[in-house]
């Protein structure tokens, strides 16, 4: 396991070429984003990077976003980009600290620990005039090795308890006006508001102006001010489960690497029947 979740965007130019670095970029973007994250790779990726699909390598049959895969899906999908066991995966994201995060913790959730995410993302690597390419990326399959760590994991009668028992905090990286149900949900059919008890900390706050993530001092004051003891158990939750894994990231930066994310977060507890919803 690295010492950190995240890296640098001089490091990883220091090791660009070394044969053991797995390069991912794992860009997704909201509807109202109005971005292909498949067309923006194809245009402009750094050199030596495969394209991991967050809605595809996902859970089938089911009306919720980009659910956790099965595990023989993620393994299959994975060999075919070339990833196996003892790989570096440093994954990226379009957008600075965000997607990234949410194939991270999947990766982790599958059983592979050696996966850190690049701090500040593409915009940061462009910005410092880095390489990009538009060059598709050769790969063979590598054999990946599935062991899935569920304690990574909560589902929403494990999230419903924790609410209930107080043994979990729970955590919402939503929009401040979203948790409180002051705007609507950006995905019809669902309540406004959040679950009774739940603390609130928008991803947001935890990205500087030039999209890196903030420093551990900055982490710790604002899961503090949110009410959140993080020497405590956590589970971490959101709109659809994207920005609940920046929360598990930062928190890992601070030594709790093992947050739990609530994978199906409000896109199914906010239509989920019996599920209680406070405003405010």
Not at 259 to 276: I, L, M, N, R
């Amino acid at each position: 396991m690295p010492d950190d979740p995240l890296v640098t965007t001089a490091w990883l130019a220091e090791r660009l070429d070394a044969p053991d670095i797995k390069l991912v970029d794992a860009s997704w973007y909201l509807p109202a984003e109005d971005r292909d994250p498949k067309a923006e790779y194809a245009a402009a990726h750094i050199p030596g990077a495969v394209f991991f699909d967050i809605d595809e390598i996902s859970t089938e049959g089911t009306d919720l976003p980009h659910m956790l895969p099965l595990p023989a899906k993620f393994g299959s999908r994975v060999q075919k980009l070339g990833i196996g066991d003892g790989a570096r995966i440093v994954i990226y994201d379009g957008w600075g600290v965000r997607s990234a995060a949410r194939a991270w913790w999947t990766f982790r959730v599958m059983g592979h620990e050696d996966v850190v995410v690049l701090d500040g993302g593409l915009p940061k690597w462009i910005a410092e005039g880095r390489p990009v390419t538009d060059r598709a990326t050769p790969v063979r399959d590598r054999h990946f090795t599935v062991r899935v760590a569920n304690d990574l994991v909560r589902d929403r009668g494990q999230v419903a308890r924790s609410l209930d028992t107080k043994r979990e905090q729970v955590v919402d990286a939503r929009p401040a006006a979203r948790f409180r149900g002051e705007t609507p949900e950006p995905r019809p059919g669902l309540k406004a508001g959040h679950m009774p008890g739940a603390f609130s900390l928008p991803m947001s706050e935890l990205i500087a102006p030039d999209g890196t993530m903030k420093p551990k001092a900055s982490l710790e004051k604002l899961f503090s001010d949110a009410g959140v003891d993080i020497r405590k158990p956590v589970v971490t939750s959101c709109g659809s489960g994207i920005t609940a894994c920046v929360l598990a990231l930062g928190l890992a930066r601070l030594g709790r690497w093992r947050t739990a994310v609530y994978d199906g977060s409000w896109a199914e507890w906010g239509q989920a029947e019996g599920c209680p919803v406070v405003t405010g």
